[in-house]
C-alpha cells in the first residue's frame, strides 16, 4: 500500500491470531533516542505490561495483549491536548538467535518509533 500524502509505504503480511504467547522474553528495558524516553515492559502472572517514561513524566502501567507473533498491543488511555492515541502497535525486533533486541512502536499519531533494548 502506498499513501504519498501521507510518506506512508506499507508491505503487508497475513499474521496468524494467537490466544496467548509468553511474554517473559519481552520484560527489560528499552530506549528510544529519538523520543528520549523510556519504555519497560514486565511480565508477570502469565501477562505483560508496559510503562512509558519520557518528557512528560512517568505513565501508567498498561497491560499488553499479544495479536501475534511478535505483534503486541497496548491500549493507552493518557493524552495531552487531544484524544488518546487509542491503541499502540509493537512490534518485537529479533537478532538471528532468536533474542529480542528492540522494538517498533506505533500508532494512527506516531508510526515506526524504534527502541533499543538496554536490559
Not at 26 to 52: P, Q, T
Not at 72 to 89: C, E, H, V
Request: net charge negative; proline share 4%.
Amino acid at each position: 500500500m502506498q499513501r504519498e500524502s501521507e510518506n506512508l509505504t506499507v508491505h503487508a503480511r497475513r499474521l496468524q491470531p494467537v490466544e496467548w504467547t509468553d511474554p517473559t522474553p519481552l520484560a527489560g528495558r528499552y530506549w528510544s533516542a529519538e523520543l528520549e524516553a523510556h519504555l519497560e515492559i514486565e511480565a508477570r502472572d502469565g501477562a505483560a505490561f508496559a510503562v512509558l517514561e519520557g518528557l512528560y513524566g512517568k505513565g501508567p502501567m498498561e497491560r499488553m495483549y499479544a495479536l501475534a507473533e511478535d505483534v503486541w498491543i497496548i491500549t493507552s488511555r493518557r493524552a495531552l491536548d487531544a484524544a488518546a492515541p487509542g491503541d499502540w502497535t509493537v512490534l518485537v525486533e529479533r537478532d538471528a538467535t532468536g533474542a529480542v533486541t528492540g522494538l517498533r512502536v506505533g500508532c494512527w499519531l506516531a508510526r515506526g518509533l524504534g527502541y533499543r533494548r538496554t536490559s
